[in-house]
């Protein structure tokens, strides 16, 4: 079994709990070590699982008992800040549930998470740190940057092409053919029928 230890004890924290405990009831291929969190005290249980420590101390705590992460951040830029800040880690987990449909030709990025019903088509180009949310539909030929975050029920027609860190909220639906930039973010059950340009922030 892979040693594994969630990145942020939040709301998302708590759901890649029950992402992992699914998997393993299938076939069992984590051991959740705890969570790493900024906002916690080391020795805190949630949902039945320590906090070991700070986030800052992921390269010591891997010296010593080596472990996979996932960073369990909404916020793709979040993520990306926590991924950049150590670059001496590298054993970033793929966690995709069961349910989930993926194409053996859809390329998924390192480090993503994959939730309940989330379906691919083929031929799709995902970037690293990709958070998909429950219900969400990718069709085909599309291409993501990396620290994408698709949450409910979002559907992206085929060849689309999404930035880095864009953000597309519950809901929204995505024209075939669109090209949405870096660091946007598509607004609750919103369509997008035309491109959008990168946010420069």
Same mark, same amino acid.
């Given at each position: 079994m892979k040693n594994i230890?969630?990145?942020?004890?939040?709301?998302?924290g708590?759901?890649? $709990?029950w992402l992992i405990e699914d998997i393993n009831k299938t076939n069992p291929e984590y051991l #959740? !070590?705890?969570?790493?969190?900024d906002l916690n005290s080391v020795d805190t249980l949630i949902d039945g699982y320590r906090v070991l420590g700070k986030v800052d101390e992921i390269e010591n705590l891997y010296a010593r008992n080596p472990f996979y992460a996932v960073v369990a951040i909404q916020d793709g830029t979040s993520r990306r800040r926590i991924v950049e800040e150590h670059k001496g880690?590298? *054993?970033?987990?793929?966690?995709?549930?069961?349910?989930? $449909? !993926?194409? /053996? @030709? +859809?390329l998924?990025?390192?480090?993503? #998470? $994959?939730?309940?019903?989330? +379906?691919? *088509?083929?031929?799709?180009? !995902?970037? /690293?740190?990709? !958070?998909?949310?429950?219900?969400?539909t990718v069709c085909? @030929?599309? =291409?993501?940057?990396?620290?994408v975050s698709i949450m409910t029920g979002v559907t992206v027609s085929e060849h689309v092409r999404?930035?880095?860190? =864009?953000?597309? *909220?519950?809901?929204?639906?995505?024209?075939?053919?669109?090209?949405?930039?870096?660091r946007c /973010?598509?607004? $609750?059950? +919103? +369509?997008?029928?035309? @491109?959008?340009?990168? @946010?420069? /922030?």
């Open positions: 230890v969630i990145i942020g004890a939040g709301e998302l708590k759901e890649v $709990v #959740i !070590l705890g969570f790493l969190d880690y590298t *054993s970033w987990e793929t966690i995709v549930h069961p349910t989930a $449909v !993926l194409p /053996k @030709d +859809t998924l990025g390192d480090g993503s #998470i $994959v939730f309940p019903h989330v +379906t691919f *088509s083929i031929h799709n180009r !995902l970037g /690293k740190h990709g !958070l998909y949310y429950l219900n969400s085909n @030929d599309c =291409s993501f940057g990396d620290y999404i930035g880095n860190e =864009s953000y597309l *909220s519950a809901g929204c639906t995505i024209y075939p053919h669109i090209s949405i930039g870096d /973010k598509v607004a $609750v059950h +919103t +369509t997008v029928m035309q @491109d959008l340009e990168s @946010d420069s /922030k």
